[in-house]
């Protein structure tokens, strides 16, 4: 305590040094802290989306993620009602699981033949309520935009879908779903009686498989599908459009629809076996999910299944997480760089500047370890003072943008999010970089300490 007094009262001898010293440490603190929480707030929002569009697990019949893509017929599974009910009631799995959901994931084409449009579509076949159910994790309590990305589905609506607001612009359906900021297409010259067909081809499958039990069939939205059943035949069923939402990512807002997994399943299947590409895992935290994943490969046999978790069915994840630590570990090694060169440079001139003192402590008996503490408790305080005080700055300046709620749009995304900076989701993070700080501050005052403790004592008295 003795040591830090006199420390305290070396560094005000120069206050204006010491302020700019301290000042140069709080701005390195607060560069990190910021970037290092903005960083974390990133990898979190994009932990929280892929979790909540496609759950922490994946279980597909053996061989799918390597040939499932060129067949998926072949490697679609048809026991997923005896899956999930022995994964439900696993005591190992059941503490932590929140849901387990069905989908079905395919490829087709979409027309709408009343403004003469097609494009291709990625099609989503799920439980309604079990997919508003996996919408609404939120293990870390943050919110990621201010767009309503809620599906709007029912479980008796048996044909009902949403698309992307890109595909509404592109498909013409801007009028029909009376979208706001939706850009209608521009009029063309329509195909003639003699050039086209004047009726599309959605009434093929009516008569095999007429329309059950749904909402709002007074709707004039809706899409033709068109896509090839497991055993390679066309098929076409109408899907009904309750609303567009914006999606995540520019692809799937531009060519994704999501609908009843029983329609899905009447596309694909057709009057064959009903079939889902696998079954979708959501647990009430990440941190279970390796644990989880073990005890899915024992209760299953691994000739039969594979068990993928979402950072391995999303490779990006992971590789987003190695390109944001990159970045964030050579602008923390800037920052400490620049402390170490402040702290060696204050603590140089404080030196120069008290050579006699030095030499009349060491006459006095004082040793050249208590010389050396006296300079290396300065450098410490410095480096307290300063990273403290950046610590400060950062909770200020987070919070204050957190409140502003500002957006923006990553790259190749549709749905602006919000732009925020979390420095408490990992609870290491800002104690460590206090002490890095103050430890980076600490030892740039070592050297000249040394430098000081080995003056001879002779030079130093008589030094000016």
Known sequence: MTILKIAYRNICRNKRRSLMTILAIAVSSLSVLLFGGNISSIIYTLQTGYVRSAGHIHIYRKGYSQYGSANPSAYGMEDYGRVTQLITADPVIKPQLRLVMPFLAFQGIAGNFVADTSQSFFGMGIVPSLFEKLMTWDQYHMKVTKTDVSTGLQDPDLSGGVIGYGMAERMDLCGAL??????????????????????????????????????????????????????????????????????????????????????????????GAKKVTGLMLQLNRTDDMEMVKKRLQQILPPDDYEVKTFGEVRPMYGQTISMFTTIFGFIALIMGVIVLFT?????????MERISEIGTARALGLRRSAIISQFVGEGFLLGTLGSTLGVVLALVVSFTINLMEVTWTPPDYATPILLSIHMFLQPFFLPVCWLGLISVATLSSVFPARNASRMAIVDALRHN
């Open 343 to 351: 702290t060696i440079n204050t603590m140089s001139m404080s030196v």
């Open 178 to 271: 009376k979208l706001d900021n939706c850009a209608a297409r521009p009029q063309v010259k329509k195909e003639t009686a003699a050039s086209a067909p004047t009726e599309d081809f959605s009434a093929l499958t009516r008569e095999d498989f007429p329309e059950k039990n749904t909402e709002g069939t007074g709707d004039t939205a809706h899409l033709d599908l068109l896509a090839a059943t497991s055993g390679g035949a066309p098929n076409v069923v109408s899907v009904s459009l309750r609303k567009a939402i914006m999606m995540g990512t520019k692809a799937f807002n531009d060519g994704l629809i999501i609908m009843n997994l029983d329609l899905a399943q009447k596309l694909i299947s057709g009057r």
